[in-house]
């Protein structure tokens, strides 16, 4: 997926990383995109400690 395809409110899978988010599977929706459309925000749609977390995703 392209950076100039990405919207806000777009799904996209959450990508695995051991200290942020080590959860597999997980999708969210697209809350922010960077100046530059280099990095994104991503609100996971489940709950981690009964809390809603976004991930910010870099984009190449």
Same mark, same amino acid.
């Given at each position: 997926?392209?950076? =100039?395809?990405? *919207?806000?409110?777009?799904?996209?899978?959450?990508? @695995?990383? %051991? +200290?942020? $988010?080590?959860? $597999?599977? $997980?999708?969210?929706?697209? @809350?922010?995109?960077?100046?530059?459309?280099? =990095? @994104?925000?991503? %609100?996971?749609?489940?709950? $981690?400690?009964? *809390? =809603?977390?976004?991930?910010? @995703? +870099?984009?190449?």
């Amino acid at each position: 997926m392209l950076i =100039t395809e990405i *919207k806000i409110g777009d799904r996209m899978k959450i990508p @695995v990383n %051991q +200290k942020f $988010h080590p959860e $597999h599977g $997980h999708s969210g929706k697209v @809350v922010y995109i960077s100046e530059d459309r280099k =990095t @994104v925000a991503v %609100q996971c749609e489940e709950k $981690h400690d009964g *809390k =809603t977390i976004s991930v910010m @995703v +870099k984009i190449n």
